[in-house]
């Protein structure tokens, strides 16, 4: 099988957020959704999977071998279901953050990386300002000054 290109930046971000899931077999099927994923990760990845296991098994402390990364790829493989600390760090060895973000999203959750955290919080940050601006806007109207003189009650 040959290999897919190089994903070029990875999938945009979606900025709608994810619903969580709800009733009767709501995630069924999400472990072919990973082992699908998985497969995505490895084939769009340029290097060997005999390159990426042995990162990840720095990464874990572990043996990872390529008959393993393999197995996980293939959602025909049900006896072998991809253990989330191995699929975390193939996502964290391959930067396939965006196809997290997709798995994630299925249980109503999304991924920021790194300083990406950054903008979550400007943003949080202006929903808090514009907050107070409401409020301050309210007050203004109302609020006299402090010990200021009173008006018609001056001293002759």
């Not at 969580?20 to 990845?45: F, H, K, M, Q, Y």
């Not at 990406?116 to 301050?136: C, M, N, P, S, V």
Request: glycine content about 8%.
């Amino acid at each position: 099988m040959a290999k897919a290109k190089p994903h070029p930046g990875q999938i945009a971000f979606a900025f709608d957020p994810p619903a969580a899931p709800v009733g009767p077999a709501a995630l069924a099927g999400l472990e072919r959704r990973i082992s699908g994923a998985t497969a995505t990760i490895l084939n769009s990845d340029p290097r060997s999977r005999e390159v990426i296991a042995a990162e990840m098994s720095v990464l874990l402390d572990e043996e990872i071998s390529r008959a393993m990364l393999d197995a996980y790829a293939s959602p025909a493989r049900e006896g072998h279901k991809v253990i989330m600390s191995r699929f975390l760090a193939l996502v964290a060895v391959c930067e396939r953050h965006d196809l997290l973000d997709q798995v994630l999203r299925e249980i109503g959750a999304a991924v920021l990386v790194g300083e990406e955290l950054h903008t979550a919080r400007l943003g949080h940050l202006d929903r808090q300002i514009a907050k107070l601006k409401i409020e301050r806007q309210r007050l203004a109207g109302t609020a006299p000054l402090i010990r200021g003189k009173k008006h018609g009650h001056g001293t002759h």
